[in-house]
T-cell receptor, first 111, second 114 residues
Framework: LAKTTQPISMDSYEGQEVNITCSHNNIATNDYITWYQQFPSQGPRFIIQGYKTKVTNEVASLFIPADRKSSTLSLPRVSLSDTAVYYCLVGDDQAGTALIFGKGTTLSVSS | NAGVTQTPKFQVLKTGQSMTLQCAQDMNHNSMYWYRQDPGMGLRLIYYSASEGTTDKGEVPNGYNVSRLNKREFSLRLESAAPSQTSVYFC?????????????FGSGTRLTVV
C-alpha cells in the first residue's frame, strides 16, 4: 500500500468548511483513495472513496488532482459532531491485502 | 442487527495470563482482521485472514495468535499477556472486490494488563 502523509491535527469552528489534504506520492495505477472517520471509543467507519477527479456524497467531497499524488477531503459546514480522527488510505482492494492505518488527522470543532 | 460482534467489551488481565478475544460477523464476508489501537495512535494491523483457512501476519503480530474458526468467526489469542498489550482491540471484516469502503468494524475490546 502507498504511504500517506496527512496533518496530525486541525482545529475549526462550527459552520466552517474543513479541508484535509493527504499526500500519496507513490500511489499506484490501480490504487483507490479512501477516507475513514473514527469517533472516540468507536471503530472507524467509511466516509468516501475515489479514483480520480471529484466524488461527492451526503457527508463529504473528495478532490483528486490529475496526477493523483494528493487528495483533499472536504467537510462542508462542520458541526461539533464532526470532531473525530480522519484517516486517508490508499490501496488496491485485492484478496490478500489489508487496510493499513496511519495516525490520521484529529479534527477538533469548537462552537 | 448485521455487523461485527466482539466479546468481551472489557477485560482486565494479570501479566502472564492468557485469554482469547472473540469476533463474529454475519455479513458473509470472506476477509477478517484484527487491529489494536493505543491511546492517541492510529490502528495497527495485528493479523488478518483473507479467506477461510488462511491467516497472515500484519504490522505487529508478536505476542498474538489467531484462529479463523469458520467463515464467520476470527479469534485473537494472547498466550502470556504483557502490560505492553494494554490496548483497544478492533475486529473488522470485508468482502474483497467491494473496495476499501466495505470494511465494517466492531465496537472494540478494551484490554488492560496489570
Amino acid at each position: 500500500l502507498a504511504k500517506t502523509t496527512q496533518p496530525i491535527s486541525m482545529d475549526s469552528y462550527e459552520g466552517q468548511e474543513v479541508n484535509i489534504t493527504c499526500s500519496h506520492n507513490n500511489i499506484a495505477t490501480n490504487d483507490y483513495i479512501t477516507w475513514y472517520q473514527q469517533f472516540p471509543s468507536q471503530g472507524p467507519r467509511f466516509i468516501i472513496q475515489g479514483y480520480k477527479t471529484k466524488v461527492t456524497n451526503e457527508v463529504a467531497s473528495l478532490f483528486i488532482p490529475a496526477d493523483r499524488k494528493s487528495s483533499t477531503l472536504s467537510l462542508p459546514r462542520v458541526s461539533l459532531s464532526d470532531t473525530a480522527v480522519y484517516y486517508c488510505l490508499v490501496g488496491d482492494d485485492q484478496a490478500g491485502t489489508a487496510l493499513i492505518f496511519g495516525k490520521g488527522t484529529t479534527l477538533s470543532v469548537s462552537s | 442487527n448485521a455487523g461485527v460482534t466482539q466479546t468481551p467489551k472489557f477485560q482486565v488481565l494479570k501479566t502472564g495470563q492468557s485469554m482469547t478475544l472473540q469476533c463474529a460477523q454475519d455479513m458473509n464476508h470472506n476477509s477478517m482482521y484484527w487491529y489494536r489501537q493505543d491511546p492517541g495512535m492510529g490502528l495497527r494491523l495485528i493479523y488478518y485472514s483473507a479467506s477461510e483457512g488462511t491467516t497472515d501476519k500484519g504490522e505487529v503480530p508478536n505476542g498474538y495468535n489467531v484462529s479463523r474458526l469458520n467463515k464467520r468467526e476470527f479469534s485473537l489469542r494472547l498466550e502470556s499477556a504483557a502490560p505492553s498489550q494494554t490496548s483497544v482491540y478492533f475486529c473488522a471484516s470485508s468482502e474483497p472486490g467491494q473496495g476499501f469502503y466495505g470494511y465494517t468494524f466492531g465496537s472494540g475490546t478494551r484490554l488492560t494488563v496489570v
